[in-house]
Nanobody
Framework: QVQLVESGGGLVQPGGSLRLSCAASGSIFSINDMGWYRRAPGKQRELVASVTSGGSTKYTASVKGRFTISRDNAKNTVYLQMNSLKPEDTAVYYC????????????????WGQGTLVTVSS
């Protein structure tokens, strides 16, 4: 019913920039919080940034000041602008969305994108 499609990953040199995007589609009544997670080999999954339906944002300390999360509610899309990239940012990045499917009672789905690889290397 609901699909999240990510794009924008790739190879970039340290100090470079990338913009990730994630578009949700399907039978969506509304979208609550959206976020970006990442996981590097041998490490635990980490919440990088999140944004509420009202646009309030939070960031993990290691990316604060370098990354910016935003959303376009009309397009059901969330973005992650990544600047001043460092090798330690190398990971698979996953889009996440708390989807309200509608009905007369709470009916939500924790949806995930397929993941997009970001490699920061010289």
């Amino acid at each position: 019913q609901v699909q999240l499609v990510e794009s924008g990953g790739g190879l970039v040199q340290p100090g470079g920039s990338l913009r990730l995007s994630c578009a949700a589609s399907g039978s969506i009544f509304s979208i609550n919080d959206m976020g970006w997670y990442r996981r590097a080999p041998g490490k635990q999954r980490e919440l990088v940034a999140s944004v509420t339906s009202g646009g309030s944002t939070k960031y993990t300390a290691s990316v604060k000041g370098r990354f910016t999360i935003s959303r376009d509610n009309a397009k059901n899309t969330v973005y992650l602008q990544m600047n001043s990239l460092k090798p330690e940012d190398t990971a698979v990045y996953y889009c996440n969305a708390d989807i309200d499917l509608g009905s007369d009672y709470p009916n939500t789905l924790d949806a995930w994108g397929q993941g997009t690889l970001v490699t920061v290397s010289s």
